[in-house]
């Protein structure tokens, strides 16, 4: 009596467990396979962002290069508050130096710097000085600018642009 006992015991068990298993598959997997969605759309993000900022290719560590512009003092847009700001900024340009049109285009940046700094000069006088404080905005002309460069040398042999100073009053 006591063998069949523990038998009918065993087999409550296996069935509560059965029930428990089929339960698990029916509640806990959608969930999971939400979870699992997601964490797949936030790696494909990640990708994205290690391939480059706004589709720029990536540069090598070994074939960049930099062309440095020497700092200069621009007058910023009048913002009504009576007082003139100027903000002083010197600008780097990150060349890709294995770029087919690079030798070119240094011999030209080189030749023409001020040319460079007009284009980033017209982009700067268009902010206010409240503006211009804002890292935000910093990033914002440092983008235009590196269009501008872009589109008036049709190259895409500068693929950054950054202030080596950056100094407003």
Excluded: W
């Excluded at 979870?35 to 480059?52: C, H, K, Q, Y």
């Excluded at 130096?97 to 268009?126: C, M, P, W």
């Excluded at 902010?127 to 935000?136: G, L, N, R």
């Excluded at 910093?138 to 589109?151: A, D, F, G, R």
């Amino acid at each position: 009596m006591k063998k069949n006992l523990i038998t009918v015991i065993i087999l409550a068990i296996c069935v509560v467990n059965l029930i428990l298993n089929i339960m698990l598959v029916f509640v806990c997997m959608p969930s999971a396979r939400k979870t699992n969605d997601l964490i797949t759309r936030i790696a494909s993000v990640l990708d994205l962002e290690l391939e480059g900022e706004d589709g720029q290719p990536t540069v090598d560590l070994k074939h960049m290069a930099n062309f440095n512009i020497e700092a200069q003092v621009v007058n910023l847009k009048d913002d009504g508050s009576g007082e003139e700001h100027y903000v002083q900024m010197g600008l780097t340009l990150g060349l890709d130096n294995s770029s087919k049109d690079y030798e070119t285009l240094n011999g030209v940046l080189t030749d023409a710097s001020g040319a460079v700094f007009d284009e980033a000069r017209n982009v700067i006088q268009n902010y206010t000085y409240a503006e211009v404080s804002d890292q935000a905005t910093q990033e914002k002309i440092k983008k235009q600018i590196l269009e501008n460069l872009q589109k008036k040398y049709s190259t895409q042999c500068i693929y950054s642009v950054s202030f080596s100073k950056f100094t407003t009053q």
